[in-house]
């Protein structure tokens, strides 16, 4: 909600700035917490986490819609439910097509939390720091002397 502020005061900042990613950070965050905007930012993040512009779950809903209807497409039960109706007698084609939604509904669902698994996969904190927006993967238990270490080596700067 309020990004454009947040982003503002990480540029205007003057002294260290230490941004500790513990379970995701997506969107408006991943951009205004970026240490492109400030050279004095040191951006780490707790394994396991994740770091991407779009989640799993909303890159599923809206960005691959195309993917998750071609899985629905592909999958055997609506196949079957789309041969069905394709040899159904008319008093049955009301019914058919009222399941066929029904289980075209369910395996959207299905294929959808693929997607968004697979997504989440690939947009680990890992390919964040390869791609330069994390600095370093810190595993939890060492969390809290990084963040001390951190700071002092941000003021010693």
Same mark, same amino acid.
């Given at each position: 909600?309020?990004?454009?502020?947040? #982003?503002? $005061?990480?540029? *205007?900042? %003057? #002294?260290?700035? !230490?941004?500790?990613? !513990?379970?995701?950070?997506?969107?408006?965050?991943?951009?205004?917490?970026?240490?492109?905007? *400030?050279?004095?930012?040191?951006?780490? $993040?707790?394994?396991?986490?994740?770091?991407?512009?779009?989640?799993?779950?909303?890159?599923?809903? !809206? &960005?691959?819609?195309?993917?998750?209807?071609?899985?629905?497409?592909? %999958? +055997?039960? &609506?196949?079957?439910? *789309?041969?069905? /109706?394709?040899? $159904? +007698? $008319? =008093?049955?084609?009301?019914? /058919?097509?009222?399941?066929?939604? %029904?289980?075209?509904?369910?395996?959207? @669902? =299905?294929?959808?939390?693929?997607?968004? =698994?697979?997504?989440?996969?690939?947009? @680990? &904190?890992?390919?964040?720091?390869? &791609?330069?927006?994390?600095?370093?993967?810190?595993?939890?238990?060492? /969390?809290?002397?990084?963040?001390?270490?951190? !700071?002092?080596?941000?003021?010693?700067?």
């Amino acid at each position: 909600e309020f990004g454009a502020e947040i #982003g503002r $005061a990480v540029v *205007n900042f %003057d #002294g260290p700035i !230490v941004f500790c990613v !513990v379970s995701r950070y997506h969107g408006g965050a991943f951009v205004v917490f970026s240490a492109f905007l *400030n050279e004095d930012m040191e951006v780490a $993040a707790v394994d396991g986490s994740y770091a991407s512009v779009i989640g799993g779950g909303p890159a599923a809903a !809206v &960005v691959f819609v195309g993917e998750v209807e071609k899985r629905v497409e592909a %999958d +055997e039960r &609506v196949a079957a439910l *789309n041969r069905s /109706l394709d040899q $159904a +007698e $008319a =008093e049955d084609v009301a019914r /058919l097509r009222a399941e066929a939604q %029904d289980v075209r509904a369910a395996v959207r @669902t =299905e294929k959808q939390a693929e997607v968004a =698994e697979e997504f989440d996969r690939i947009h @680990t &904190v890992q390919r964040a720091q390869d &791609v330069g927006s994390v600095h370093r993967i810190i595993p939890a238990g060492e /969390l809290r002397p990084y963040l001390i270490e951190a !700071v002092a080596r941000g003021m010693a700067r």
